[in-house]
């Protein structure tokens, strides 16, 4: 067990960067008066530990994310990417999109998530931010080692690492 790999977790600044890159998403701010009714008691994070919040709309992006295009240099991606308009009304990305939440501590690490759609893939990436800091087995156990790594492949799988040179 010992020949795991370590994976550091991602700092905010790349999360935010990776999210408007490479996902295409917007970017949402928590005073945001057309968010408010999808900040749900006992759903989304408490607001003092919301750290970042996205509208995913692209819809080659979600397609990746729900596993019906498996890679970035499918045409399918590709064509869909090129049609895809930019939209700036947080309603409409909201309305059209999915939202993603994340939760930070105190040390400003990712902690959590709030997804109000189902996308796998999605969980795979926040999974692979959060990182694997410090492989013991007193603090992992053996399962969770799997389950990270198994996202960590899920996320190389799609090609988004390539665009940022991991």
């Known amino acids: 067990m010992n020949n795991y790999p370590l994976y550091q977790p991602w700092s905010l600044e790349d999360i935010d960067h990776f999210f408007k890159h490479s996902l295409k998403a917007r970017s949402i701010s928590i005073s945001d ?5 999808f900040l749900i008691v006992d759903e989304t994070p408490n607001k003092e530990k919301i750290g970042l919040i996205y509208g995913i709309y692209d819809e080659a992006v979600v ?3 729900n596993g019906r295009i498996a890679h970035i240099n499918e045409m399918e991606y590709v064509l869909l990417s090129q049609k895809q308009k930019t939209l700036f009304d947080v309603d409409t990305i909201l ?3 999915t939202l993603v939440i994340l939760e930070i501590n105190d040390k400003k690490e990712l902690t959590g998530c709030f ?4 996308l796998p893939r999605l969980y795979d990436l926040i999974t692979y931010f959060s990182g694997l800091p ?3 087995l007193k603090y992992y ?3 969770q080692v ?3 790594l198994e996202s960590v492949e899920k996320v190389k799988g799609t090609g988004f690492l390539n665009q940022i040179g991991d």
């Open 33 to 37: 008066p057309d968010l408010q009714p």
């Open 63 to 65: 397609h990746l994310l």
């Open 95 to 97: 309305t059209i999109g």
């Open 115 to 118: 997804i109000n759609r189902e």
């Open 134 to 136: 410090d492989f013991n």
């Open 141 to 143: 156990a053996p399962s």
């Open 146 to 148: 799997e389950e990270y």
